[in-house]
């Protein structure tokens, strides 16, 4: 449920800014749990995405992502690298019909309605590779043109290493979104802090038990929602 208090912020936002980029983060804000690690679970399983020394892909990604978070999201993007970007984007919409609906944030959503009906432009910067985004985020309600994730460069229709600047995370998702924020909604402290702190409203999206990110809006007044609603 969205208390009072934020909804009028938020008309009040539209009116003095009508069309103004209301960003939202994807994973763990507007669905439960991370869509890009489960699309990529599921193109190891494939056999799609493979190394060339046979260990596990995956498994090679958590490492990445534990010595450094923005490289190691990057490298999910990267693994893709020699697919057809036809084919990887046939397969995330269909695997994203089955995942996303069940994981829906009830909160989150509400918000995202909110925003729409106050004149604002609901926007996704997520720091999942694009392909998966452009699948999930419009079952959350967001148009695709208004979608923004991890990018490698194409070739011949087909995926290539070089990732595409800016990385969307942290600081990233604000040069991806490309002008200013008048709401931000998200749930992580290291990816969503920087984007929550440029914004003229920041909503965080947190358990029941709490998280780093929801005690940093306890002391700094920011609206929390439930992520578990």
Known sequence: ?????????????????????????????????????????????????????????????????????????????????????????????????????????????ELRDLVEQAGLTPFVVSASALPIVLAAAPLAGFRRENCRGIEVRVVDGRFTPEVTQPITYAAGKIAAAGGPIALACGDSFTGDLAMLEAADVAVVVAPAGGSPLSFEAEKRGWAVLSQES
Not at 16 to 42: K, S
């Open 1 to 109: 449920m969205i208390p009072g208090d934020l909804a009028d912020r938020v008309r009040a936002l539209g009116r003095d800014a009508p069309g103004a980029l209301a960003l939202f983060d994807a994973d763990g804000t507007l669905w439960r749990e991370d869509v890009g690690e489960a699309f990529l679970r599921h193109l190891v399983a494939l056999g799609w995405v493979r190394l060339a020394d046979g260990s596990d892909p995956y498994e090679e990604y958590e490492r990445a992502v534990d010595r450094d978070k923005a490289a190691g999201y990057a490298y999910a993007a990267q693994l893709q690298a020699g697919l057809l970007i036809g084919r990887v984007a046939a397969e995330a919409e269909q695997f994203a019909r089955g995942w996303v609906p069940p994981r829906i944030v009830t909160d989150t959503k």
